[in-house]
């Protein structure tokens, strides 16, 4: 099927979705969860050929590991699914109300969006989540999957749409897209038929979405985060949140890359800092200061502190002040989640204020900046854009809004 | 200046603007409308010369006469100013908050985006409007007019900056972006420098920025609005709603534009109509049905159904059912403001659900989709994309937020 006719069944289907209630939305979350789970031999099976083909072209062993399904992982996305049916429903939520002088009420309701586009890497796992969340929200979904992924996300989509027809929804609101690299720019240009593209992956996939679409983005994702150790800080504290936010996941958006310590503490702090991340094996790319402190530390240089390492590394610098710190931290951030260590009123409000990122931790490790963490049951991803959603996106985030307005025949004078 | 140059002298300003109390941004915004009012000799000889330049290209006196000041015009836009003084500070406001189990706290704030772009087209009140309404959200201003109100708005923004100095605010928070339309061009391009960019103006302009930027876009209003005349409503009370939507200010994005009456009340309806319509003299281009009904009726083409008339004119049509009324709203409308006028629950319930806009009204005119009407105070313009904002916006819309995450050592189990 081309592109336009999917996309067009999509929005046929979205506008279905609209209107169903919390239950049969649940109802249809479980089903899909049902059907997914009958479906984990087939499943298995279709992603046997995509890991294959991937190792036959040398694909590397980190990347082929996202791609694998067991049935450990199948169960995930079936609770996933089942998950999503136990929370709230953002759909027809009230934002506020009010009446106008004349009598008229405004009410100002969440809505779905309409149809969703989710562009994303060789995560089988993410099929069945973007599905689930865009159901929930009353999104019809529009899943471009890495070709790598292809027979395992169409196997999962055909369950996923088997489940949906079982109850009577129509299955247009879930859909593959299929196709090559082509297939990807017309939904970049399908402005009016997709109301909202999400690209979900590394830098560079992000970015090719942000520069080539007409269709309006959320930009999810690279977090250049900081800590920031500053005069007044509790040492031992500073140490344990820059530990936690290192090594407890280095793989991912919200885990620390890159160590500012405040050259009033740097004589006490970094020998405890250094044995710690020892400890852990982290590699230390470090300035001056760092590298006189201890052998094992690798000279900095400045492409390392643009980037996301996303390993066992660091970097790391001292800084004069407060206000160093902030203009590193301008000319790095890629916005996502930054954290001061202080004990000092005045410099902690400083650097919630000046910090210009989706979450600003004071005394708190940035691995809470986290859907899960937050508590929100499901995370689409987490904005580092400012407009519409910035930070964890959930379901309220899956909306936008409407204004109802009703009278009696009032008019404008 | 170059834009690159300007646009990063806005962004080093935004950062002050950030930390800004609203008692410093009000005394600002009296300030600005000081400056303004006693530069009104050197607004109006500027303005003279942009009017006299623009008779001379043979400009339309409709577009001469949105570029041009009088003192009761300049009056407006120092009033604009004061006005703004007068509104709360959206920055700063807690969207919500609450704790993680592990007794981190989590809030959620509004924050300025930093840069906000306009562009817009040759009406200089725009100029002071958007200036003052970026200043009291916390944001530096870009402002790109139209080049044939280059000298009004070069005069306009020289006072708003002197008033900036006078109560010592750097003075770029509201810049003037000069040059041809590759500047234009390069502001669009300028992801990371610029923050939002918000057409204001006529259908042109706002397709040609939603096609050509990579800056986040909030699209604003075109409103090819329908009135729905439903087979319950109180035909009296529809016609009033008629006449104000189409005839109260017939030039704007919330007037009019297509009545839609159900076939079991045209013949009763169709003669108060066109009786109420006529002594407006409005111009019915209207189906089969208008037209056997008056011989002042137009037939109407297919593409009266599709853009905004913005004048004296009306489409109209008879429709065999609701369903066919939702179908062709789903078909023509731009997603601003959509009316039924019915006194059946279930009719109402169904067009609220199911039309796709930012406004749906039940027995009221559509005229009261409007920041003012609204009770905001202040409206930058009203958008009519599902992204962020979504129908009139006014302060809190031109902020974005940031989670505030504050522990006192926790890190992530």
């Not at 069944?9 to 939305?25: D, P, Q």
């Not at 049935?71 to 049916?85: E, H, I, K, N």
């Not at 790391?316 to 160093?324: T, Y």
Request: some cysteine; aromatic content about 4%.
């Amino acid at each position: 099927m081309d592109f336009n006719t999917q996309a067009r069944a999509a929005r046929a289907a979205s506008i279905e979705l609209v209107s169903l209630n919390r239950a049969t939305k649940d109802a249809a979350l479980h089903a899909m969860a049902d059907s997914l789970a009958a479906a984990e031999p087939s499943l298995l099976e279709a992603n046997a050929i995509d890991v294959a083909t991937a190792r036959g072209n040398g694909t590397p062993e980190s990347i082929v590991d996202r791609l694998s399904l067991d049935p450990g992982r199948v169960s995930g996305m079936v609770q996933g699914l089942r998950d999503l049916a136990a929370l709230p429903d953002p759909v027809g939520d009230v934002v506020r109300g009010w009446r106008l002088p004349n009598g008229v009420r405004v009410t100002q309701v969440r809505v779905p969006f309409g149809v969703v586009g989710i562009i994303y890497e060789a995560r089988p796992n993410v099929t069945a989540d973007a599905a689930g969340i865009a159901l929930k929200s009353g999104n019809a979904a529009l899943l471009r999957g890495s070709s790598s992924a292809f027979n395992t996300n169409k196997a999962a989509v055909a369950a996923l749409r088997a489940g949906l027809e079982g109850v009577g929804i129509n299955p247009d609101a879930v859909n593959l897209v299929e196709g090559g690299r082509e297939v990807t720019t017309e939904m970049m240009q399908a402005r009016g038929l997709v109301d909202v593209l999400i690209p979900r992956g590394g830098a560079g996939l992000i970015q090719a979405v942000v520069d080539g679409s007409k269709v309006p983005v959320i930009e999810t994702g690279t977090g250049n985060t900081h800590l920031f150790v500053d005069a007044s800080a509790d040492l031992d504290m500073a140490v344990d949140i820059m530990v936690n936010a290192k090594t407890q996941r280095c793989s991912v958006c919200n885990a620390l890359e890159t160590l500012l310590v405040h050259r009033d503490v740097a004589e006490a702090f970094l020998p405890k800092a250094l044995a710690a991340l020892g400890e852990h094996d982290v590699t230390i790319h470090g300035d001056e200061a760092f590298v006189r402190a201890s052998d094992d530390v690798l000279p900095v240089k400045l492409e390392d502190f643009t980037g996301e390492w996303l390993s066992m590394d660091l970097s790391a610098k001292v800084v004069d002040s407060l206000d160093e710190a902030l203009e590193h931290i301008r000319t790095y951030s890629t916005g996502h989640s930054e954290t001061i260590v202080t004990s000092d009123r005045a410099a902690a409000d400083r650097f919630v204020a000046e910090v210009d990122a989706a979450a600003v931790l004071v005394n708190a490790s940035s691995r809470f900046v986290d859907g899960g963490e937050f508590g929100f049951g499901a995370e689409i991803g987490i904005s580092t854009q400012k407009l519409h959603a910035r930070g964890p996106m959930a379901l309220p985030e899956m909306t936008s809004t409407k204004y109802i307005i009703e009278g009696d025949g009032q008019v404008r004078a």
